[in-house]
């Protein structure tokens, strides 16, 4: 059963950072690229940032661009949002999400406020 499970998220003040993880299992992550997404309340869900099978080419949305960072590791079956110089518009849950066999898998997200 392919599984995505978020976490990391917490209340952070402006300015400071948290490293997001999403574990996956149930599917072969090398082959896949990967993408995080978030909604704010009252707000449709929208891209954050996606990154390749390999981790060769990764995007961002421009509201983050130059403060948050996608990665990977392939072996551990993981996929890391680092995001620094948080600001309050950054609030949001955080879900991570694959598109595998023509299907849309999401995990159960993470809540991020930043605040002060």
């Known amino acids: 059963q392919l599984q995505l499970v978020e976490s990391g998220g917490g209340l952070v003040q402006p300015g400071g950072s948290l490293r997001l993880s999403c574990a996956t299992s149930?599917?072969?992550?090398?082959?896949?690229?990967v993408g995080w997404f978030r909604q704010a309340p009252g707000k449709e869900r929208e891209g954050v940032s996606c990154?390749?099978?390999?981790?060769?080419?990764?995007n961002y949305a421009d509201s983050v661009k130059g403060r948050f960072t996608i990665s990977r590791d392939n072996a551990k079956n993981m996929v890391y949002l680092q995001m620094n110089s948080l600001k309050p518009e950054d609030t949001a849950v955080y879900y991570c999400?694959?598109?595998?066999?023509?299907?849309?898998?999401w995990g159960q997200g993470t809540q991020v406020t930043v605040s002060s």
């Open positions: 149930g599917f072969t992550l090398d082959d896949y690229g």
């Open positions: 999400n694959a598109y595998v066999s023509a299907k849309d898998y």
């Open positions: 990154i390749s099978s390999s981790g060769g080419s990764t």
